[in-house]
């Protein structure tokens, strides 16, 4: 069963997972944007279960970069509680292109909800579909409040949730609103009379603005939890985000062994078999992901490390993303925005100045001192 709301019952919702996510490199360059961990769950194991609760139970995920690696993990869904259906696109068609062809393929003749794979939300789904009948919308955007709406597409709304306004990425000499699009939305099966048939599509660029102008597209404020991750820092903020509302006074997994003489400073996050030696310090805001080993004398701070990372003694890590698999090497010193992508090596006493971002499978013996360097 869905969820029903009234007579109806809203239990399809379509997962846009297929793209290149090339701002996120060298992360994506080894896996989709959608499997990145976030807390040591890839970010689409969060969102699938966020629908499930919802009563949501067929799921169609669009996908196309590394689609194999998304099929291999979730299958046809049952471990997870839900049916899952794939829809491949042959060639890039946008976020609004593979929206009208899944509806006619799979026969969606209700209410269904368009989720982009890319953000982290705590968005009670039944709350906004109960909004989007309440207005007899054709379709509900999901908005969250940020601080610079320039990034995203703002929106204006009336007193009644109706979208009056929507600008992508409005200059700052036009931002009227803090409200932006999440990247959920609730909509009618007659919404696809409004795509046109040419591709790509962006839904921001060539649908919304004609729902706007027809006045049949509604937003529903989300005040909680809300991060997309399209580049690094966001990803990172993803993470502390989630952090801070599931764990504030930290976690460390029952099959982890940190020394007694470690001091953990909350929140932090430290995940099965992960090994941390004596006299380290971490924290604030550090994810360590499964099976990362952390040497004595160690400070890491407002980091994430992910999987079968290697981090010798006395290492120093401040603001960095360290790759899948990668090997720190003794008194080495990785500097605020430095990105490692899986499987990189840093040789002993290496310095990484500000905003260094390695590609995988590379190694690094010299210092990096010019700030946002890029090792290909």
């Known amino acids: 069963m869905g969820i029903i709301i009234g007579v109806k019952v809203v239990s399809t919702a379509i997962i846009l997972a297929g793209g290149f996510a090339t701002r996120l490199r060298p992360l994506t360059l080894t896996r989709p944007k959608a499997l990145l961990p976030i807390l040591n769950r890839p970010l689409l194991d969060w969102i699938i279960e966020r629908l499930r609760v919802a009563g949501i ?10 689609a194999d690696m998304i099929k291999c993990r979730y299958g046809d869904g049952s471990k997870f509680g839900v049916h899952i259906h794939y829809s491949e696109e042959v060639k890039p068609l946008g976020d609004g292109g593979p929206i009208k062809g899944i509806v006619s393929e799979f026969g969606i003749n209700d209410t269904f909800l368009v989720v982009y794979g890319d953000i982290f939300f705590d968005t009670d789904i039944r709350d906004v579909i ?11 955007m999901v ?43 609730v909509f009618e099966p007659e919404v696809t009379k409004y795509f046109p048939s040419r591709l790509p599509l962006k839904l921001s660029r060539d649908i919304i603005p004609k729902l706007v102008d027809e006045g049949v597209i509604f937003g529903y404020v989300h005040r909680g939890v809300w991060s997309d991750i399209g580049v690094p820092k966001d990803y990172m903020k993803a993470n502390f985000y989630a952090l801070n509302a599931l764990y504030p006074q930290g976690y460390v997994d029952k099959n982890a062994e940190v020394d007694p003489n470690v001091e953990l400073v909350a929140p932090i996050f430290i995940s ?42 006395a290492v120093v890590i401040k603001g960095s993303i360290i790759g899948r698999g990668s090997y720190v090497g003794k008194w080495a010193r990785l500097c605020e925005g430095v990105v490692l992508g899986d499987e990189v090596v840093v040789g002993d006493e290496v310095l990484l100045t500000k905003n260094t971002v390695v590609l995988p499978y590379k190694e690094i013996s010299d210092d990096v001192l010019k700030e946002g360097q890029v090792i290909l």
């Open 130 to 140: 109960k909004f989007h009948e309440s207005r007899d919308a054709l379709a509900t």
């Open 272 to 313: 099965d078999n992960v090994v941390i030696k004596g006299m380290s310090k971490l924290g604030p805001y550090v994810v360590i992901n499964s099976n990362s080993k952390v040497g004595s004398q160690v400070r890491i701070s407002e980091s994430i490390i992910l999987e079968d990372v290697i981090i010798e003694d």
């Open 143 to 185: 908005l969250a409040e940020v601080d610079d709406p320039s990034r995203y597409g703002m929106a204006v709304i009336d007193s009644e949730g109706r979208i009056k306004e929507f600008i992508e990425k409005p200059p700052r000499e036009l931002i009227k609103s803090r409200l932006v699009n999440a990247g959920i939305y």
């Open 57 to 66: 139970k067929e799921i169609i995920l669009s996908v196309r970069y590394l």
